[in-house]
């Protein structure tokens, strides 16, 4: 079945120190894979993607990276701030359009 | 405009009232969704229009009735709704081409009395 798993399910990090977010998904179809911010009271918003011909790909201070094989994928925020802190979601789209998403991880920045 | 914009923000009814939340994108997008999320929950997949066509119903009870009367319309008809259906009703769009990312709406704050 479907299913996306997402770790950890809080994260708390100093100011200016890297973040990291990994998910694992089980259809080995799924060839898309957004990761989605969603601040309090605020709809979720499309940070960063990334598809299955890509390895890695990167936005400023963030980055995702994909491993294919093992069904793997991470989240990476360097130089953290707290404008950051927020729950993150990843998730991975299969039949076409259907988006599963993982549990989320709470991300708190602490200055 | 590359925004999806739902109204209304806040909605409280009654179990034995109808209602409707809408939501709108000009972004040429031609797949539109539903969403449920509870507090603390990722968003669950309710329904998906492609094409103005519903192509997915993840088996959402028939008290939610959806309704897409062009390509940047999406409509929710609720009726005889439950307390457990308050949540946030999130809509979104994509492109129907491509994989691609889904651009959510602000939301309506649904509670059922």
């Known amino acids: 079945g479907e299913n996306v798993e997402q770790h950890p399910s809080t994260l708390s990090v100093q100011e200016g120190d890297s973040a990291v977010i990994k998910c694992t998904y089980s259809?080995?179809?799924?060839?898309?894979f957004p990761w989605y911010k969603q601040e309090l009271g605020k709809r979720p918003q499309l940070i960063i993607d990334i598809r299955s011909n890509v390895g890695e790909k990167k936005d400023q201070r963030i980055a995702v990276t994909l491993n294919k094989t093992a069904k793997h994928f991470s989240l990476h925020i360097t130089e953290t701030q707290p404008e950051d802190s927020a729950v993150y979601f990843c998730a991975a789209i299969i039949y076409g359009n259907k988006l599963v998403f993982g549990a989320g991880t709470i991300l708190r920045v602490k200055s | 405009d590359t925004e999806v914009t739902q109204t209304p923000k806040h909605l409280v009814m009654g179990m034995t009232n109808k209602k409707s939340l809408k939501c709108e994108q000009h972004m040429g997008h031609r797949a539109m969704y539903w969403y449920k999320q509870k507090a603390k929950k990722p968003p669950e997949l309710m329904f998906v229009y492609s094409y103005e066509k519903l192509s997915i119903n993840e088996s959402v009870p028939s008290r939610f009735s959806p309704e897409c009367p062009n390509s940047s319309l999406l409509n929710l008809h609720l009726h005889a709704l439950q307390p457990e259906d308050s949540a946030l009703y999130l809509c979104?769009?994509?492109?129907?081409?491509?994989?691609?990312?889904?651009?959510f709406g602000p939301g309506t704050r649904l509670t059922v009395l």
């Open positions: 979104a769009s994509s492109q129907e081409e491509v994989a691609g990312g889904q651009f």
């Open positions: 259809d080995s179809a799924s060839n898309y």
